[in-house]
């Protein structure tokens, strides 16, 4: 029943809230930054695709995929070097130094990042191409969305999603195929050998790649990617942006200027620099979060002045101080500091990996009794070694105790062979004679060394316990 109190309108008229996305079709445009960024996507492209086929010395002789992260092995292999599960702080910290890389970027160069090297940028770049070869030109697209269904139509999208299909799978095989050695997986799925968690991946980074690059393109820019969000916080007055000259350009007035014209700006409202921006916005608004800097719009805007005789440069990467023209502070405070951070982020690293000692040994003492007495009276501890082996070729090395006098081990100092990447673990006792030495309860230390390399040598610290006298 209605409520008196509450006035209702006899014919409401619903407002529906969902506004349907009009594709954006980026009309092509050539000139100096999309040359650049031509070679930045197909160098990230080409480096996404062919670098699980570089191989590298394993360093007993044989080669191995460069950059493999072999989860079931627990090691990471990046170039030269083997990251364990022991080594995630350093694996962290190259993550960090990279995110401060970025942050010096942002702050200096504004979002060159996404314009240029981002995969989202690079891969849509590349559906984009391949959308262009099978329908055609911003007009011809256009005209193909709204004209009814026709074998031609038919024939244009179905090669267009074939293609997109084929990089998309060949984006999400070889995603894999860094966590896999990838002529393996290639030919166990051509032979359909794959596991069940290798199809799941695929599976899903194909279609990941399919969705994000085919379907929603600006749309994870604007509203799904986190790095679009906070880093308009770091643009300061100094940051290269790209941005419209409003003091040159407005008032704008449609077609070429007449010479006797005054009054007017250079803009001639061609509207090029909108029909060109992958985002589908109006730079000469202003600054929008929406712009992910990839100067189509600068180059658009270049050809335009060209053709109308007047300087180029009324879209231009610039800073807000330059457009009020005031003098661009290149070394201020929040560049310097993210500047030094890096350095000391990196310096760090650098020691960090050219000291980090490629052997490892845990010791757990057996908790089950503090001591025994065996047989023929000798008082005994037992312990677990692991050793290991964290680089890549087959190490000799020197296992050895440091201990109390009369202290000592059964099988004495021991050699042993260790392959590249290998781990042993080996029982351990420690026993002395109660009748002829006296041993007290207290440290012992087990040194593991390299015989040829006095430099890699760890010393793992664990307690004897003796009866007490
Ligand atoms: S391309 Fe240049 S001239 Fe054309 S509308 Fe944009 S700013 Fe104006
Ligand atoms: S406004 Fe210009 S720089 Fe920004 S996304 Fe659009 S075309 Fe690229």
Redesign the pocket.
Known sequence: MNDPRIPMQEDPEWISLYSKRDAIHPRAVHGRFQQLRDVTVWATLGGYLLLPWLQWPDGDGGWRQAVLFDLPGRQFHIFGVTFWPQDFILLSWLLISLAFALFLVTVLAGRVYC?YVCPQTTWTRFFTWIEKITEGDRHARIRLDKSPWHRKKILRRGSKHILWWMLASLTGITFVGYFTPIGDLLLRAFTWELGQWEIIWIAFFTGATYVNAGWLREQVCIYMCPYARFQSVMFDRNTLI?SYDTERGEPRKRGRRKEEESGIGDCIDCEL?VQ????G???REGL?Y?????????D?CDAVMKQVDLPVGL?RYTTENALQGRPTDWFRPRLLSYGAMLLIMVSVLGYALATRVPLGIDVMRDRGQLYRTASDGMIENSYQLVVMNRSQQTRDIRLSLQAADGLHWQHGEQQIQLPAGATRTLPITLAYDPYTDQVSTGPVWFILEDQHNVRYRLRRESRFIAPAH
């Open positions: 314009g790209v620099c060109v921006c992958p985002t916005i109006d730079i929008q929406e712009c992910i800097g990839c100067a189509a719009c600068v658009a879209i």
